[in-house]
């Protein structure tokens, strides 16, 4: 069993950075590959970005390639999305997801979820 729980939400300005951190329990987080989602009014979650257990690979959706960075710290039980250069279609509630398998992009091969934590970007 593992716990997500997601920090460091808020309300930014286009152009601006942000960075999301989602703590994790247990002492298995190293066991599974991490990956952010969101999910904005009336549409479904969608894929971000993914990595794997040991953090060296990582995967982008291509809306945020080159302006988000997923990393993670074993140590700290601790994902991170940097968020850089934000738009105003990033605005959603962002979730982090624990997964067996890497790599992956559908929800369904997620097994573990946060509550989620809101970004809104200003125009």
């Known amino acids: 069993q593992v716990q997500l729980v997601e920090s460091g939400g808020g309300l930014v300005q286009a152009g601006g950075s942000l960075r999301l951190s989602c703590a994790a329990s247990?002492?298995?987080?190293?066991?599974?590959?991490m990956g952010w989602f969101r999910q904005a009014p009336e549409k479904d979650r969608e894929f971000v970005a993914t990595?794997?257990?040991?953090?060296?690979?990582?995967y982008y959706a291509d809306s945020v390639k080159g302006r988000f960075a997923i990393s993670r710290d074993n140590a700290k039980n601790t994902v991170y999305l940097q968020m850089n250069s934000v738009k105003p279609e990033d605005t959603a509630v962002y979730y982090c997801a624990a997964a067996g398998r890497f790599p992956n992009r559908r929800t369904d091969d997620y097994d573990y979820w946060g509550q989620g934590t809101q970004v809104t970007v200003s125009s």
């Open positions: 990595i794997s257990r040991t953090g060296l690979t990582t």
């Open positions: 247990g002492r298995t987080f190293s066991t599974y590959a």
